[in-house]
């Protein structure tokens, strides 16, 4: 077998990979399995990319509007050139979705500052990579409704710019095998004693009925539902702050929640070993679970 067919051949078999998946790469809609991208890229070389994960259901993109302006902010923070308009990028989305069977979708979109000379400086003249995939958006596990999750705490060891949302997440990947590692689906980072975030998710305490997350820095990334969550928060009637948040007072909490585009929020029940409250999914958590379907299904309808 020729060394292209034999490469070709071990692609199409790559685990997880739906048959006929399809992505777009630098202009063009190709086969997920066999996509290429130049090992001189930026994104391989130095992890000098962002990306950015948007949820469809029922083939309605879900604020996708406050997934592209972070996009924007993201890459404008690293000095990598927006490389299409509103328009390019909504197509670009839409027609990924299209290509796909799954009524429920998350888009992953990746723009890298390009191909160059292995060099740290900022290449000159170089055009962006730009790839996205389109994978099938399933279900929230029963259980994790039924029982919540378990987490457990860490310390947050990452760099100083988590409000980017770079690809370079080794980070963020060391932080959640240690999770895995422990049996825990999520962790819980603390930077001075202070809560920051998950591995891949925003936290949320609840005490007293009131929902607490941390302040918008340069420590977090800020997720898209911390937007969602202050409207549906607003909506229901429930109290909300951002503020300052201590190991102590993650431990003293009624409640925790986790959110993100796909775990949508979730409630943690148990955290390092623990009970949080009485071991069980809380009610506020009940009634932003309740919240988050029905703007979903707003979302649809429009």
Same mark, same amino acid.
């Given at each position: 077998?020729?060394?292209g067919?034999?490469?070709v051949?071990?692609?199409?078999?790559? $685990?997880?990979?739906? $048959?006929?998946?399809?992505?777009?790469?630098?202009?063009?809609?190709?086969?997920?399995?066999?996509?290429?991208?130049?090992?001189?890229?930026?994104g391989?070389?130095?992890?000098?990319?962002?990306?950015?994960?948007?949820?469809?259901?029922?083939?309605?993109?879900?604020?996708?509007?406050?997934?592209?302006? !972070?996009?924007r902010?993201?890459?404008?923070?690293?000095r990598?050139?927006?490389?299409?308009?509103?328009?390019?990028?909504t197509?670009?989305?839409?027609?990924?979705?299209? !290509?796909? $069977?799954?009524?429920?979708?998350?888009?992953?979109?990746?723009?890298?500052?390009?191909?160059?000379?292995?060099?740290?400086?900022f290449?000159?003249?170089?055009?962006?990579?730009?790839?996205?995939?389109?994978?099938?958006?399933?279900?929230l596990?029963?259980?994790w409704?039924?029982?919540?999750?378990?987490?457990?705490?860490?310390?947050?060891?990452?760099?100083?710019?988590?409000?980017?949302?770079?690809?370079?997440?080794?980070?963020n990947?060391?932080?959640?095998?240690?999770?895995?590692?422990?049996?825990?689906?999520?962790c819980?980072?603390?930077?001075?004693?202070?809560?920051?975030?998950?591995?891949?998710?925003?936290?949320?305490?609840?005490?007293?009925?009131?929902?607490?997350?941390? $302040? !918008?820095?340069?420590?977090?990334l800020?997720?898209?539902?911390?937007?969602?969550?202050?409207?549906?928060?607003?909506?229901?009637?429930?109290p909300?702050?951002?503020? *300052?948040?201590?190991r102590?007072?993650?431990?003293a909490?009624?409640?925790?929640?986790?959110?993100s585009?796909?775990?949508?929020?979730?409630?943690?029940t *148990?955290?390092?070993?623990?009970?949080?409250?009485?071991?069980?999914?809380?009610?506020?958590?009940?009634?932003?679970?309740?919240?988050?379907?029905?703007a979903?299904?707003?979302?649809?309808?429009?």
């Amino acid at each position: 077998m020729a060394a292209g067919a034999a490469v070709v051949a071990e692609a199409a078999t790559i $685990p997880g990979i739906a $048959p006929g998946a399809v992505c777009y790469l630098d202009g063009e809609f190709q086969p997920l399995a066999t996509a290429r991208v130049s090992v001189l890229d930026r994104g391989f070389i130095f992890g000098d990319g962002v990306y950015e994960v948007v949820p469809a259901y029922g083939g309605a993109l879900f604020r996708w509007p406050h997934h592209l302006a !972070r996009l924007r902010r993201s890459l404008s923070k690293l000095r990598i050139a927006d490389p299409m308009d509103d328009a390019g990028w909504t197509g670009l989305v839409t027609e990924l979705i299209r !290509r796909h $069977p799954w009524p429920d979708q998350f888009v992953y979109l990746q723009v890298t500052r390009g191909v160059a000379k292995r060099d740290h400086a900022f290449p000159k003249d170089v055009t962006p990579t730009v790839f996205a995939m389109a994978s099938e958006l399933k279900p929230l596990g029963p259980e994790w409704l039924a029982e919540g999750i378990d987490a457990v705490t860490l310390p947050d060891e990452r760099w100083m710019h988590c409000d980017i949302k770079s690809v370079a997440l080794l980070g963020n990947v060391l932080a959640r095998q240690a999770a895995a590692d422990q049996g825990a689906l999520e962790c819980l980072m603390f930077r001075d004693g202070m809560l920051t975030e998950g591995s891949s998710s925003n936290v949320w305490l609840v005490r007293g009925g009131r929902v607490m997350g941390v $302040p !918008r820095d340069r420590q977090v990334l800020e997720g898209i539902r911390f937007g969602l969550l202050e409207e549906l928060c607003a909506s229901a009637g429930i109290p909300f702050e951002l503020r *300052r948040i201590t190991r102590e007072d993650v431990f003293a909490a009624d409640e925790l929640l986790v959110s993100s585009a796909t775990k949508e929020v979730l409630p943690v029940t *148990r955290l390092d070993g623990r009970p949080v409250g009485d071991g069980r999914p809380g009610p506020v958590w009940r009634r932003l679970y309740d919240a988050y379907q029905q703007a979903k299904q707003a979302a649809q309808a429009r």
